[in-house]
């Protein structure tokens, strides 16, 4: 059974941080691409950020320099470093994975108050 499931969000002020993780089972999680990807009120899901099974990493433009993925295949969880945050970041964040098949986890809130 595929398991992901996301912790670390919360509410912070607008230019705060937080660190958001995804702790997976049930997945070849070192083969997996993983990715981070939020949904606010209103407005379709967006992507956010992926690492590859080798680590490289991509982000959407929103995120570049602010946000950071990171993965220990040895917890088998992804990391997103979220900086300098903005109110427009309020979002459900959702964690996922995808080897052939794609999972998604049930979300974690993010609030940056102004």
């Known amino acids: 059974q595929v398991q992901l499931v996301e912790s670390g969000g919360g509410l912070v002020q607008a230019g705060g941080s937080l660190r958001l993780s995804c702790a997976a089972s049930?997945?070849?999680?070192?083969?997996?691409?993983m990715a981070w990807a939020r949904q606010a009120p209103g407005k379709e899901r967006e992507f956010v950020a992926r690492?590859?099974?080798?680590?490289?990493?991509n982000y959407g433009d929103s995120v570049k320099g602010r946000f950071t993925i990171s993965r220990d295949n040895a917890k088998k969880t992804v990391y997103l470093q979220m900086n300098s945050l903005k109110p427009e970041d309020t979002a459900v964040y959702y964690c996922?994975?995808?080897?052939?098949?794609?999972?998604w986890g049930q979300g974690t809130q993010v609030t940056v108050s102004s």
């Open positions: 996922s994975s995808v080897l052939g098949s794609q999972y």
């Open positions: 049930g997945i070849a999680f070192s083969l997996s691409a």
């Open positions: 690492i590859t099974s080798g680590g490289s990493t």
